[in-house]
């Protein structure tokens, strides 16, 4: 699975803003070609987009682009103009504003097309935005949708237009009042061995600790990134979907204690005077895990 701790979105139109993306820390970035680009600023942004891929020194990094809504008027040039002109230097494709799986499969259909003859050795990745409430009722048939999928995106704005959500006493509000959408996003995406990615922070970009105070928030709910808008959010969001140390050495002791304890025919043992057991095992097996993919 690629980490995806951070997911920086980056303007589609801008070369400058491109390269910085690419010399940044982010996990993942992705070339936006839908909000930030008017429709008669596309065709010059999928150039651009195109040339930032092929050209760019990109590390280690996931490199993606939105696209524009399946069954929208840009939506196939988006994927006719970038998908050739990148080839091998595109690895995943999000997908904005799905309502049902027939969405995700037209855009797989569409990359089985052009990546025909490309020789590439690993089909192109998809995640989709689940940001309607058609989406939101149907993520379990989204999630199984196709093998290309990856990540399920929540996207609170756009849900907060298609809900009809007062905005303007989200503030006020105790609570996270997207726990209900957050959590059967994460439970989909955990059924069918997909990655759970927070959108973007609703507060001020400055306020890196209420950002990073609602990465921790939603990564207890199993989302392992969150996309940043701005540069200065890869740090904070790096560090909160990451184990610490302590969670690192504690599984480790876990595992230890949990295999001296069966080499005696025991199944849980206490460790710093608590019992653990079978369920211990597969959670410090899971942050050990997650330390080794980002080492």
Not at 32 to 39: A, G, M
Not at 60 to 80: F, H, M, Q, Y
Not at 212 to 230: Q, Y
Request: with cysteine; glycine share 10%; hydrophobic share 45%.
């Amino acid at each position: 699975m690629r980490l995806r701790r951070s997911e920086l979105s980056t303007p589609g139109w801008s070369d400058t803003m491109i390269a910085k993306a690419a010399a940044s820390t982010a996990d993942l970035v992705f070339l936006d070609l839908e909000d930030s680009v008017t429709p008669a600023a596309k065709p010059a942004a999928r150039r651009t987009v195109a040339a930032g891929l092929t050209e760019l020194d990109w590390g280690r990094k996931t490199r993606a682009v939105r696209i524009n809504a399946p069954g929208s008027e840009w939506a196939d040039d988006d994927l006719a103009a970038v998908v050739p002109a990148a080839g091998a230097h595109l690895d995943v494709v999000i997908v904005p504003k799905v309502r049902g799986g027939d969405d995700v499969r037209r855009v797989a259909d569409r990359l089985d097309e052009l990546e025909a003859g490309l020789g590439r050795e690993m089909p192109i990745g998809i995640e989709v935005l689940i940001e309607e409430v058609e989406a939101l009722i149907a993520v379990e048939e989204i999630a199984a949708s196709s093998d290309r999928l990856e990540a399920l995106i929540f996207g609170s704005g756009d849900m907060a237009a298609s809900q009809g959500v007062r905005t303007s006493l989200l503030g006020g509000s105790p609570g996270d009042p997207w726990i209900y959408h957050r959590s059967r996003i994460a439970v989909a995406a955990r059924a069918a061995g997909l990655a759970a990615i927070d959108g973007p922070y609703w507060g001020a970009i400055a306020d890196l600790d209420g950002y990073e105070a609602e990465c921790l928030r939603v990564s207890t709910l199993g989302f392992t990134g969150k996309w940043a808008i701005h540069p200065g959010q890869i740090d904070p969001a790096n560090r909160a979907f990451s184990p610490t140390p302590d969670e690192v050495a504690h599984a480790r002791r876990v595992l230890e204690a949990c295999s001296a304890a069966a080499a005696d025919g025991r199944g849980a043992v206490a460790l710093d005077g608590v019992m653990v057991d079978a369920v211990d095992i597969r959670l410090a097996e899971a942050v050990i895990g997650a330390h080794e993919r980002i080492i």
